[in-house]
Structures are given as structure tokens and as C-alpha cells.
């Protein structure tokens, strides 16, 4: 997560090639530091002090997560999916509606927890994996496929997979994401289909009284990798994580507008 690295560069694969290398953004000038008289007047900024703030959301959500779910969270990919989610989707100009800002990734980080505490009400969300074929569709469902609250203001979802061509420079397996809105006629609602990236992002606001269908779509995969989930036989593991809230900040026990909406 380094503020310095820049991804999507077409002229050379130390900067990922076309994919992008930073997956989020976090605050990186403190005040208030503690130094070495014992006071707190120190102060400093640059990636010694963003990437500990990534590091302690990562282990919040390790110790929430597995107080409430259990052994789940032990999973690398699905911290890491979490932590895509929890991205606010800012780029570097502008709110991003799909994949990820070759500067910001996936936004600020603002980490959440999936409680009426943590979350604008009313919510909902999902984390979990599943494994995919070539020219596989998997359908999810939010909100069990009901219509959701005219309340619900945004919805995010993301998917990631590890592929180890990636360390190669080989050409990796390519997994999309698509969103509808289901009814008399179905509507895509936005998509996200890097080329490059093991990674996609989804974001729509004005979501509500709306049902969503979302689909992760193996659109070329060729893995051979034995997992010990997938097996062998040409099917990539993919993690996916989403949820959908209101955006008015305004629950008596939830969040505040210090967690700006997208």
C-alpha cells in the first residue's frame, strides 16, 4: 500500500503492467505522535505511518470477525476481500462506480463492522468464496433475492482471487462481476471486468426498492493449481464480499458522518 507506487502502467511490469498494484488508501500524517521525551508533540507522515493504519484495521476486523464467525476469517482472502470492501471508492478525482484507482485502489479506508452499531440501517452483506468454472455464471443474491428497503441508499460488492502467475508475468484467469436489477425486464446495473487485475469492484448509489442480483462471471479460466476447496480441475477459488446500507447517518446507535457515505 505504498503512496509512492503508481499501477496500470503500460511501459513496464515493476508497476504491474496494466493492473493495478494498491489495493487502498489510508491516511498517512499523524500529529500527536509519541517521542522520545516521553510526550506526545511528535508528528510525521509517508508509508511508515499509512500502512500500520492498514495493518490495525486488518487485525480489528480479524478480532471482531472471529469473536462473531470463527474460524472463517483465518482465510487470507477473505481479510483481504473485507479489506477491498471496506474502501470508500474515492479515486484520485472522482468516486469510482467500478474497479479500482490506479493511484487510491479501492478509496480511504473506513472500516466497518456488520452490527447496527457499525452500519447505517437498513443493511446487509455477505462474505464468503466459491469456486468457478470456464464460462461459469454464479448468481448471489442479496437480501435472499428480496426487494430491498426504498431506505437502501448504496450498494458495493468486490471479488478477488489469487493466481500465482501473477509472480510470473503470465497471463492470469479472468473473472468479472456483473449487477442487475431483476423484474419484468432485467437491467444491468454496472459490471466490472478488468483484464488485468485479480481483483473488481461494483458501486451504485440510489439502489433502493430494487432486487439485485449480482454474478461472478469466469469469463477465461484456465488454472491448473490444485485447491484444496476447487481440486484441480480448471476452477479458480474466487472470494466475494458486498453489502448495501442506507446513507442518511442518522440511527441513533449507528454510524456517524465521520463514515462519509460514497
Known amino acids: 500500500?505504498?503512496?509512492f507506487a503508481f499501477g496500470g502502467s503500460t511501459s513496464t511490469y515493476s508497476e504491474g503492467k496494466y493492473r493495478t498494484i494498491i489495493d487502498a488508501t489510508s491516511y498517512a500524517y499523524r500529529n500527536y505522535l509519541f517521542d522520545s521525551i516521553s510526550s506526545y508533540d511528535n508528528s510525521g507522515w509517508g508509508t511508515s505511518l499509512s500502512a500500520p493504519t492498514v495493518s490495525a484495521a486488518a487485525i480489528?476486523?480479524?478480532?471482531?470477525?472471529?469473536?462473531?464467525?470463527?474460524?472463517?476469517?483465518?482465510d487470507p482472502g477473505v481479510l483481504f476481500s473485507t479489506l477491498l470492501l471496506?474502501?470508500?471508492?474515492?479515486?484520485?478525482?472522482?468516486?469510482?462506480s467500478q474497479g479500482f484507482d490506479p493511484l487510491w485502489g479501492s478509496g480511504r479506508l473506513r472500516t466497518r463492522i456488520f452490527t447496527p452499531s457499525g452500519m447505517d440501517s437498513p443493511y446487509g452483506w455477505s462474505?464468503?468464496?466459491?469456486?468457478?468454472?470456464?464460462?461459469?455464471v454464479i448468481s448471489l443474491h442479496p437480501n435472499n433475492g428480496n426487494k430491498l428497503s426504498s431506505d437502501v441508499d448504496s450498494f458495493r460488492a468486490v471479488?478477488?482471487?489469487?493466481?500465482?502467475?501473477?509472480?510470473?508475468?503470465?497471463q492470469i484467469d479472468n473473472i468479472d462481476m456483473k449487477l442487475w436489477q431483476e423484474g419484468t425486464t432485467r437491467?444491468?446495473?454496472?459490471?466490472?471486468?478488468?483484464?488485468?487485475d485479480n481483483k473488481e469492484r461494483i458501486y451504485l448509489h440510489s439502489i433502493g426498492g430494487r432486487t439485485l442480483t449480482l454474478e461472478i462471471i469466469g469469463t477465461r479460466v484456465t488454472s491448473t493449481e490444485f485447491s484444496a476447496n476447487c481440486g484441480s480441475g480448471n476452477r479458480m477459488k474466487v472470494y466475494f464480499a458486498y453489502f448495501f446500507e442506507d446513507s442518511d447517518r442518522d440511527d441513533i446507535d449507528g454510524p456517524d458522518e465521520t463514515i462519509s457515505p460514497e
Open 1 to 3: 500500500w505504498p503512496n
Open 60 to 74: 480489528d476486523i480479524v478480532d471482531w470477525y472471529s469473536t462473531t464467525y470463527g474460524n472463517m476469517i483465518k
Open 86 to 96: 471496506m474502501g470508500d471508492g474515492q479515486g484520485r478525482t472522482y468516486v469510482l
Open 127 to 136: 462474505i464468503n468464496w466459491l469456486c468457478i468454472a470456464n464460462g461459469q
Open 159 to 170: 471479488a478477488f482471487w489469487y493466481d500465482s502467475r501473477h509472480q510470473t508475468g503470465q
Open 187 to 196: 437491467v444491468e446495473l454496472g459490471n466490472s471486468h478488468s483484464l488485468y
